[in-house]
């Protein structure tokens, strides 16, 4: 597949452990963060966002916390699985028809 | 099967020979746009669309073009591409609700030399 996550922080779990991603974001009017998931030779893909007036938003297996007051993000996945193992991007929405990302994390689960 | 497809896949081509990189979406979306993707700076935007006729520049334009004729498919073009366009392309798509939700193609790796 295409490499595309050279030089990136990364984050090593086990099998079955909870992972936490963090992301700092910069620009305080941001209306919605997001986070995508991409695995090796793929395009991203959607997870979740959570919309600016929240501080929290749960899915399925994946939490995102949102923390304006030190402009902080992070994406919580419970239970990770090998099929987690991918480059995580966070993402800020700037208006509503533009979207800026992040440089991404490396994310590798050992079985 | 909704999806976002993009053509080629892998090109590898010389400086200055304008190539076309197609993208095409099946979900009649309105919101289509272009990123590039480097090692260590995420995906930067190049170009993107709210709708047919409707296109506006992202954070790196410089070197691109892109038009929407037709609601479904928004190519990409480079007119003389150069070395430093060397990059992987992905293609994405949103449906009316603002760029959150982005469907993205596979990618297209270009090489120019």
């Known amino acids: 597949g295409e490499s595309v996550g050279l030089h990136l922080p990364t984050l090593s779990v086990q099998e079955g452990d909870n992972s936490i991603i963090n992301c700092a974001y910069s620009?305080?009017?941001?209306?919605?963060f997001i986070w995508y998931k991409q695995e090796s030779g793929k395009g991203p893909q959607f997870i979740i966002d959570i919309r600016s007036n929240m501080d929290k938003r749960q899915g399925q297996r994946v939490t995102v916390l949102l923390n304006k007051t030190v402009k902080h993000l992070s994406l919580q996945i419970a239970a990770t699985q090998p099929g987690d193992s991918a480059v995580y991007f966070c993402?800020?929405?700037?208006?509503?028809?533009?979207?800026?990302f992040g440089p991404g994390t490396s994310l590798s689960v050992i079985p | 099967e909704a999806q976002v497809t993009q053509n080629p896949r892998y090109l590898i081509t010389v400086t200055g020979k304008k190539l076309t990189v197609t993208c095409s979406q099946n979900?009649?979306?309105?919101?289509m746009s272009w990123y590039r993707q480097d090692p260590g700076l995420g995906l930067r935007q190049i170009y993107y669309s709210m709708n047919v006729e409707v296109t506006d520049k992202g954070d790196v334009p410089e070197g691109y073009k892109v038009s929407r004729k037709e609601k479904r498919n928004f190519p990409l073009i480079l007119e003389s591409p150069s070395p430093n366009q060397t990059s992987l392309y992905f293609c994405?798509?949103?449906?009316?609700?603002?760029?959150?939700?982005?469907?993205f193609g596979p990618g297209t790796r270009l090489t120019v030399t």
């Open positions: 620009n305080s009017a941001s209306d919605y």
């Open positions: 979900m009649n979306h309105e919101y």
């Open positions: 993402a800020e929405r700037t208006s509503y028809d533009k979207v800026i």
């Open positions: 994405a798509s949103s449906p009316g609700t603002g760029a959150n939700e982005q469907y």
